[in-house]
C-alpha cells in the first residue's frame, strides 16, 4: 500500500491575485534547496486509522503553528514519482508567515557522526502569488495550486487588475 500524506493549502486574496502560503522545509539536506523545495504543510499518516482531513488539520498545525479554518475545498490528490499518495484541501486565511513556529525533528548530523541535531520540519513560511508559487512548490503539488485557481479565479477573475495562472 502507498505512503499517504495530508495537508492544507491556505489562500488569501491580495489586491486581486490569488496568494498561498508555503512552507519551505527544515533540516540540512534543504537548506540550500529553494525552486522546486517548497511545499504545502502536509504529513504522513495511516489511512486505516485516521482521517485524511484530520491528518492534514494535525499536520497544517504542527508544522506552521496556525489554526486551519473552518471551511476546507478539497483540491483531490497527486502522486509523487516516489509513489505517495497526497491528497490536498484548501481553505481561506490569512497569518503572518514571520509568527510560524514548528515542530522538529531529530536526524543524525552530520552522517555518521553519531552525533544528534535537532531541526525544524518547515524552517520559514512565505505567501507567494499563485504563479510564483507554481515555480517554487514541489513539482508533484503544482497541480494542488492550479486546481485552486480554478475553484476560486471566477471569483477574482473580473475585478480591475487582477490576474489568475490562465
Given at each position: 500500500m502507498a505512503?499517504?500524506?495530508a495537508g492544507l493549502l491556505m489562500y488569501r486574496r491580495m489586491h486581486g491575485s490569488l496568494e498561498?502560503?508555503?512552507v519551505h522545509p527544515g533540516g540540512p539536506f534543504w537548506?540550500?534547496?529553494?525552486?522546486?523545495?517548497?511545499?504545502?504543510p502536509k504529513g504522513?499518516?495511516?489511512?486505516?486509522?485516521?482521517?485524511?482531513?484530520?491528518?492534514?488539520k494535525r499536520e497544517f498545525t504542527e508544522e506552521t503553528g496556525f489554526h486551519p479554518g473552518p471551511m476546507h475545498r478539497s483540491l483531490g490528490e497527486s502522486r509523487m514519482r516516489s509513489g505517495k499518495l497526497?491528497?490536498?484541501?484548501?481553505?481561506e486565511g490569512d497569518c503572518d508567515p514571520a509568527a510560524m513556529v514548528s515542530n522538529t525533528f531529530e536526524l543524525?548530523?552530520?552522517?555518521?557522526?553519531?552525533r544528534y541535531a535537532r531541526f525544524p520540519e518547515a524552517d520559514r513560511a512565505a505567501w507567494f502569488t499563485a504563479g510564483e508559487a507554481v515555480r517554487r512548490v514541489?513539482?508533484?503539488?503544482?497541480?494542488?495550486?492550479?486546481?485552486l485557481d480554478h475553484l476560486v479565479a471566477p471569483d477574482t477573475r473580473h475585478a480591475p487588475g487582477t490576474r489568475s495562472l490562465r
Open positions: 505512503t499517504r500524506s498561498v502560503l508555503l537548506a540550500k534547496k529553494d525552486e522546486g523545495a517548497w511545499s504545502i504522513e499518516y495511516d489511512s486505516a486509522t485516521e482521517d485524511a482531513l484530520a491528518a492534514a497526497i491528497a490536498a484541501w484548501a481553505f543524525e548530523w552530520p552522517p555518521r557522526s553519531g514541489h513539482p508533484a503539488q503544482r497541480v494542488f495550486i492550479e486546481r
